[in-house]
């Protein structure tokens, strides 16, 4: 049997007056995860463990089925794989925002929505001005990029700008933290590494005022993305990819616009499908995307397919767009590989799931469980008639923790015919 995860990112949320106490999930029109609900199974999973901030890059590696405690190394080094990075043993990756800076505060966490195109320029810029043997600025995806210190040291406090919108940005700065692991030669301190980011997060507003890009927003009325915002350091991790922890799992692949997903698979074994027109946001290309599942589907064991936009629009605190980003994946995604898969011969299970909450009222991730559905030809069905955070408390899965939820879509089979 072959097995896709659909991952709506951030979709699940808390019940909101403006619509009547539902959650987006339940006011969005889903009649086809409602009904893979109905004919499949449902639970609820706890995504990140105790001692651990609720990002996408730790609840996602849970879903995949890893032991945080053994693997985790922040969004740097994932997002260094998913870009071609090879990171060597005295580097230290860190995810590097550009963001909004305004009044003195965090407006948001992505630059006012930049686009690849114009980071790029800004970040080789930034390299240009700020990198040395030392320090090095990689571009990524729109806000999303990279910055690699040769010798930092990854025991620092760092602030990740979606978690506080509207918040003063100067005591979110870079602080140094315990170095648990000891000193290492050529290795820098805590306190000179979060010295150094903090250096460059200042001269990086400098500079970033005065380029032509950010010249151009200001004089059309756009926010600015005007400062760089580094957080979630790393180094180089050590993960056995998925065949080698699951045999079901012989070929897989992960499509996603994001780097930190991408990253993840990267070093999970997963063959990277780029898809045309994919943003990580309302706009992305989800017709492709489906499309680009089903044909890895026909190859492959296992496909990892990732939806940004609800996480976007719960930072943005953006309900009707939230509401539609969970209509677009239900009609634009499940609904293509559903009718497509649903009669192959080599039977198809389908998994969906957000990794963590976004909720829109508090425009930050969350730590608490999130619904998910399993369905496959022959399944039994549970009693939960529709897919949503409250019906799910009654799935027959129950409460899963962490890499639970992969063991049970692994060991997922189909009846056999008496």
């Known amino acids: 049997m072959k097995r896709i995860i659909i991952l709506g990112d951030g979709m699940a ?27 499949g199974r449902t639970g609820r999973l706890i995504t990140v463990p105790e001692g651990f901030p609720p990002g996408s890059e730790v609840a996602n590696t849970a879903i995949m089925g890893y032991d945080l405690y053994q693997v985790y190394e922040g969004r740097g080094p994932l997002e260094a794989a998913s870009i071609g990075y090879e990171m060597s043993p005295d580097d230290m990756a860190i995810r590097c925002n550009i963001i909004c800076l305004s009044d003195g505060k965090i407006k948001n ?16 810029y930034l390299d240009k001005h700020l990198g040395n043997d030392r320090v090095r600025l990689i571009t990524g995806i729109q806000y999303r990029h990279l910055l690699v210190i040769k010798g930092g040291n990854k025991h620092i406090v760092c602030s990740p700008p979606h978690d506080h919108p509207d918040e003063p940005w100067r005591p979110l700065l870079v602080k140094a933290g ?3 692991d ?42 600015e993305a005007n ?37 993840i698979g990267h070093y999970a074994g997963l063959k990277i499908i780029e898809v045309e027109g ?3 946001l309302y706009d992305t290309n989800y017709e492709g995307k489906a499309a680009a599942a089903i044909e890895a589907l026909r190859h492959d064991d296992f496909v990892f397919l990732h939806l940004e936009a609800s996480d976007e629009a719960g930072h943005d605190g953006n309900l009707d767009l939230k509401i539609r980003t969970i209509e677009y994946l239900d009609h634009r995604i499940v609904e293509p590989i559903y009718n497509e898969v649903k009669n192959w011969d080599e039977p198809v299970c389908i998994a969906i799931l957000p990794d963590h909450p976004t909720p829109v009222e508090i425009r930050t991730h969350i730590n ?18 529709t897919y949503d955070e409250i019906s799910c408390v009654r799935g027959s899965y129950g409460l899963l923790r962490l890499e639970e939820f992969m063991q ?9 015919k008496q």
Not at 368 to 385: K, S, Y
Not at 408 to 416: E, Q
């Open 368 to 385: 608490e469980p999130v619904p998910f559905l399993i369905w496959h030809p022959g399944i039994t069905a549970d009693e939960v008639q």
């Open 182 to 223: 000891g000193e290492k030669e050529g290795r820098m301190t805590p306190q000179e590494t979060a010295d150094l980011l903090n250096d460059l997060i200042l001269r990086s507003q400098a500079l970033l005022s005065e380029h032509p890009i950010n010249q151009a927003r200001r004089a059309a009325g756009l926010d």
């Open 109 to 124: 966490h992505h630059g006012g929505h930049l686009s690849t195109a114009d980071a790029r320029q800004l970040i080789e």
């Open 227 to 263: 400062s760089i915002w580094p957080w979630s350091p790393g180094y180089r991790p050590s993960m056995k990819t998925l065949g080698e922890q699951y045999p079901e799992i012989r070929s897989g692949s992960v499509i996603s616009a994001v780097d930190l997903i991408k990253g």
């Open 278 to 280: 994919a943003t990580g």
């Open 408 to 416: 049970t879509l692994m060991r997922t089979t189909i009846p056999s």
């Open 178 to 180: 315990e170095d648990t």
């Open 13 to 39: 949320d808390h019940a909101v007056d403006r619509i009547g106490g539902q959650t987006p999930l339940q006011c969005a029109d889903t009649p086809y995860m409602d009904m893979l609900a109905r004919k």
